[in-house]
């Protein structure tokens, strides 16, 4: 949980020995995500940077898609949108857009990603830097 900066707080214990975990932050400043992966699946979570929490308690990170055996993503943000790279359908990375207003959705998002960028042939997408008027991908 995210609590008053100097009071640090659990924001998630991973059992899997066999993963590694990373935090950053979207390059557009918006949210961080936590990572965990593995070999071959991935889970990431998020939070906004400016979440607080409220008169509830400290804010949670949200899971962005629930991890599946063999499936492994990433994602960045930009304009209220998450871009997904992700292997779920084909081997080689897909990129797919999930609104953010998805976050928790009841089908776990995977129903709500929409296809954005295919590569050709046998290429793949590794990484991707959102600019305000086009994404760069590779």
């Known amino acids: ?54 008169s509830m308690g400290p804010a949670e990170p ?6 599946r055996p063999g499936v492994e993503y990433f994602a960045e943000h930009h304009a209220g949108n998450f871009y997904v790279i992700t292997n779920h359908e084909r081997p ?3 990129v797919y857009n999930l609104p953010v207003d998805k976050l928790g959705s009841p089908n776990g998002g995977w129903c709500d990603l929409t296809r954005f960028f295919t590569p050709p042939g046998g290429m793949h997408v590794t990484d991707a830097d959102l600019f305000s008027r086009w994404p760069v991908l590779y």
């Not at 935090?23 to 992966?37: C, G, Y």
């Open 92 to 94: 080689d990375f897909v």
């Open 62 to 67: 949200q899971l962005l898609l629930p991890p």
């Open 1 to 54: 949980r995210a609590g008053p900066i100097g009071e640090p707080q659990l924001l998630w214990h991973e059992r899997n020995e066999a993963a590694y975990l990373e935090v950053f932050r979207t390059k557009d400043r918006q949210f961080v995500l936590l990572s965990s992966n593995t070999k071959d699946t991935s889970e990431v979570r998020v939070m906004r940077c400016n979440s607080s929490g409220d």
